[in-house]
């Protein structure tokens, strides 16, 4: 790339582009309608006893996500990989009745697609869900979704993580036998939606980015869905602007990331989904005790802020596609404040080369 | 507890009595047997087709070497459970032919429980490693593996993460049908190599701590079996001494934790394994690049300190035992410095009581 520009603006554009490539997703609903066949023919055989997830990074939230709603929808137990196993220990250690699911923005991790030949080797059925058809792991496994979300330029992933999530729950959905009809119905509202949420994010955010400006570290916190989004906010928040971010699961906050919570920390609360909000909320006293500043991001409309960003009326399995966005252009502005290029973070490469 | 003792009085008895502990849990291998056969029989009558670990805190990076272990010396897939679906969503999602294995110091976590009364519903086998044989765990579960750590006092969990680790092993090594005295004749050289670590450890870790007494952040770097490690002694950072400390597998780390690396960050780099070390020792010279403080934690006896500390004649299988004792030192003489008492953290409490 050569042409100069602003720092940040690569990355403000892909933000605010977000709703278009989640209809652009709905536009071409071959690949991920044939995922959804294919998982569900293996399912009513008695052939599918569990998912496996591997990805690395965001796709790897993205994955968490995947792997809470594979749970809920298809009842079967879904699991992250640990694809060391094939490249550190060269063992391959897959059920081949459970189904290996890649999930990559570039496609091109050789870690990821040592894991996907060692499923083959094993037996049991691949799908790659990756941003370019003609990518190593689009060809490596038995079928590949496309995320239609278009060259992301920024190194920092915003539009790619929420087409993983989206293209999850296409697949998803279909897999559970659900009318394409009606899940276009609601994806359509989500884009509506989401526009509103970019835009009232845009607004909140630079407010927000002076406050934080002079944070060294901060701490996210959700529950299930929101806990991936806890993560991935934490990974923007720390690849952008280098503070000692960390995002925890409401469950694991009591097990030490409660100490790290000093006077004036700033806290971020995921309390959009309804399934287990009241564990997030349970531990609002104790962070307020330790003097910590705690942002809530939810979807209370008499709030002012992210407390009330997040629209009441989407269902908890969609909200994890709006409640990043809001983390995405904090990113993005506080990285522009602190003098960096959240476009070119330091330290960051787009395709990683773990063997 | 009503006797007053010094600020990490009792976590440095616990530190210090690890190794004897260790001798402990072999004098009495009649449940780490039972359950050793029991998984040897599932195996054979091709009734295993996974391994399912649900754990919290420690006993989850305890648990992350017992899933790289089990896929390791089984050959078969392990994962990590997800306890919200049966307490937040109410899914029992479990493969009746994959083993539910639930490690937890207290035994009394009740979304551990949850998730084995889910699981026992699924018609899964499971089997508990607690400290407390009469725990609601270790009631519940078809087994119950003790942990023989003795009372664990100081709220930070040291000789209880060893002595799970420990037992893991001892199962995992009995299921894969590995004679008994081997096993045994490993654990005494363990052991006595052990007494060496935590002298050493002992000896170093105040210097060290000086050195640290400053940081804000830190970072902590392993491979596979050292993921569990950094996990673990990032955890013993944040609960004892309030850093905003994070452990990573170094496959993970170029996507966004290396931004978190500022210059004089202190970064620990787990290099006693033969198995990933290449992959942590990739790291060095980027993270050398942006000034970060970095400490090997490794078996190369000619380098002083840390670097030096670990045997090189242990396997890699029992390493991890005594790589997280320098952080376990470090973590006691950081919080005293700071003024903390490591044995009463704030905002920790022993059990957990997650719904």
Same mark, same amino acid.
């Given at each position: 790339?050569?042409?100069?520009?602003?720092?940040?603006?690569?990355?403000?554009?892909?933000?605010?582009?977000?709703?278009?490539?989640?209809?652009?997703?709905?536009?071409?609903?071959?690949?991920?309608?044939?995922?959804?066949?294919?998982?569900?023919?293996?399912?009513?055989?008695?052939?599918?006893?569990?998912?496996?997830?591997?990805?690395?990074?965001?796709?790897?939230?993205?994955?968490?996500?995947?792997?809470?709603?594979?749970?809920?929808?298809?009842?079967?137990?879904?699991?992250?990989?640990?694809?060391?196993?094939?490249?550190?220990?060269?063992?391959?250690?897959?059920?081949?009745?459970?189904?290996?699911?890649?999930?990559?923005?570039?496609?091109?991790?050789?870690?990821?697609?040592?894991?996907?030949?060692?499923?083959?080797?094993?037996?049991?059925?691949?799908?790659?869900?990756?941003?370019?058809?003609? /990518?190593?792991?689009?060809? *490596?496994?038995?079928? =590949?979704? +496309? %995320? #239609? &979300?278009?060259?992301?330029?920024?190194?920092?992933?915003?539009?790619?993580?929420?087409?993983?999530?989206?293209?999850?729950?296409?697949?998803?959905?279909?897999?559970?036998?659900?009318?394409?009809?009606?899940?276009?119905?609601?994806?359509?509202?989500?884009?509506?939606?989401?526009?509103?949420?970019?835009?009232?994010?845009?607004?909140?955010?630079?407010?927000?980015?002076?406050?934080?400006?002079?944070?060294?570290?901060?701490?996210?916190?959700?529950?299930?869905?929101?806990?991936?989004?806890?993560?991935?906010?934490?990974?923007?928040?720390?690849?952008?602007?280098?503070?000692?971010? /960390?995002?925890?699961?409401? *469950?694991?906050?009591? =097990?030490? +990331? %409660? #100490? &790290?919570?000093?006077?004036?920390?700033?806290?971020?609360?995921?309390?959009?989904?309804?399934?287990?909000?009241?564990?997030?909320?349970?531990?609002?006293?104790?962070?307020?005790?330790?003097?910590?500043?705690?942002?809530?991001?939810?979807?209370?409309?008499?709030?002012?802020?992210?407390?009330?960003?997040?629209?009441?009326?989407?269902?908890?399995?969609?909200?994890?596609?709006?409640?990043?966005?809001?983390?995405?252009?904090?990113?993005?502005?506080?990285?522009?404040?602190?003098?960096?290029?959240?476009?070119?973070?330091?330290?960051?490469?787009?395709?990683?080369?773990?063997?």
């Amino acid at each position: 790339m050569t042409e100069w520009t602003a720092p940040g603006a690569l990355m403000r554009r892909e933000i605010a582009e977000q709703p278009d490539r989640w209809l652009d997703l709905l536009a071409d609903r071959r690949a991920v309608d044939e995922a959804g066949r294919f998982t569900a023919e293996l399912r009513a055989a008695g052939r599918l006893t569990g998912l496996v997830f591997a990805a690395r990074g965001s796709s790897d939230h993205a994955s968490i996500y995947g792997q809470y709603l594979a749970q809920w929808l298809l009842g079967v137990p879904a699991a992250m990989a640990t694809p060391s196993m094939a490249t550190v220990y060269g063992r391959h250690v897959h059920d081949p009745k459970s189904c290996l699911v890649a999930v990559s923005q570039s496609g091109a991790s050789p870690d990821l697609l040592a894991t996907v030949e060692s499923a083959r080797t094993s037996g049991s059925p691949t799908i790659a869900f990756t941003n370019d058809p003609d /990518s190593p792991l689009a060809r *490596a496994a038995d079928l =590949h979704v +496309p %995320l #239609a &979300a278009g060259p992301e330029r920024s190194v920092a992933a915003t539009k790619t993580y929420t087409a993983e999530l989206l293209a999850l729950h296409l697949w998803l959905r279909a897999a559970a036998g659900e009318p394409s009809s009606l899940v276009d119905e609601e994806i359509f509202a989500l884009a509506e939606r989401g526009r509103e949420v970019v835009r009232r994010s845009a607004e909140l955010a630079p407010g927000l980015a002076e406050r934080l400006v002079g944070a060294e570290r901060a701490v996210l916190i959700g529950r299930a869905f929101g806990a991936a989004t806890a993560r991935e906010g934490a990974l923007k928040l720390m690849e952008t602007s280098s503070i000692a971010a /960390s995002g925890w699961s409401a *469950a694991d906050v009591k =097990h030490g +990331p %409660l #100490a &790290a919570v000093t006077p004036g920390t700033p806290v971020f609360c995921f309390l959009g989904e309804r399934a287990g909000r009241e564990s997030v909320e349970a531990l609002l006293p104790g962070l307020r005790a330790r003097r910590a500043d705690v942002t809530v991001v939810g979807v209370d409309a008499a709030r002012p802020g992210l407390a009330g960003i997040l629209p009441a009326d989407v269902p908890d399995a969609l909200l994890p596609v709006l409640s990043i966005v809001p983390l995405q252009s904090l990113a993005l502005e506080l990285s522009v404040r602190k003098g960096f290029d959240p476009d070119r973070p330091e330290g960051l490469t787009k395709v990683t080369h773990t063997t």
